[in-house]
């Protein structure tokens, strides 16, 4: 009996070591929180895309209005603050759907604009400036969070007029952004050539338009 005391008291302590180091790497409790933020937040980058979308109908149009969200990493954000200048373009294209003899749907594109806003930094005065229209004067201010809502912000873009419209024919429309390529002085960018890598696309938004819309478009 006193020796198999003894072994019971050697293999209790064998157990008792072999269970210190793994206990030692498991937390009592581990929790993620998000601080009441819609989304986490990594070091990662990620991709620019399109949010905030509003379809509307007035003037005898329908008009889109849309916000590009992340629009700059980490290093376009250095280049625009040393002084090369930053383009932000989104792609729109309105397409109607038809069907055939054979009742195949396709599309048919009826209208294919670009719209590009453009955001400078003058590093002497620290002021940004940003073009948002050819005919517009350009919009100027110190800070660069407003510089980025006043340039990421697409209002009240022309998808149909009126005319263009027909009663029960279908429309969609097709949005991309692209941040530009890096230009630099001189077409120094045919000599840094790897700054093409930069280049950021969002991802391709289709979007129905509702047949209220045409509707009330048809009416006015």
């Not at 050819?134 to 340039?151: G, L, R, V």
């Not at 697409?154 to 429309?171: D, I, P, R, V």
Request: net charge positive; with cysteine.
């Amino acid at each position: 009996m006193p020796g198999i005391t003894t072994a019971a008291k050697k293999l209790s302590l064998c157990l008792l070591i072999m269970i210190i180091p793994v206990q030692a790497f498991i937390p009592i409790e581990s929790k993620l929180h998000a601080a009441d933020k819609r989304q986490i937040e990594f070091a990662a980058d990620h991709p620019p895309y399109l949010e905030d979308f509003v379809m509307s109908s007035e003037k005898k149009q329908i008009t889109l209005s849309l916000k590009v969200a992340n629009p700059f990493d980490h290093e376009i954000k250095s280049l625009l603050l040393n002084g090369v200048s930053q383009k932000i373009s989104l792609t729109i294209k309105v397409k109607v759907n038809r069907i055939n003899l054979y009742l195949v749907k396709f599309n048919r594109e009826i209208e294919n604009t670009t719209y590009i806003h453009e955001i400078e930094y003058d590093n002497l005065k620290k002021l940004f400036t940003v073009s948002i229209h050819p005919d517009a004067k350009p919009i100027e201010t110190t800070s660069y969070k407003e510089a980025i809502q006043i340039a990421t912000q697409f209002k009240a873009l022309t998808l149909l007029n009126k005319n263009q419209l027909e009663q029960n024919k279908s429309y969609q429309v097709d949005a991309r952004t692209e941040i530009r390529k890096v230009r630099l002085p001189f077409h120094l960018e045919y000599l840094f050539f790897f700054l093409s890598a930069w280049d950021r696309k969002s991802n391709n938004y289709t979007i129905d338009i509702p047949e209220r819309l045409i509707t009330e478009t048809l009416k006015r």
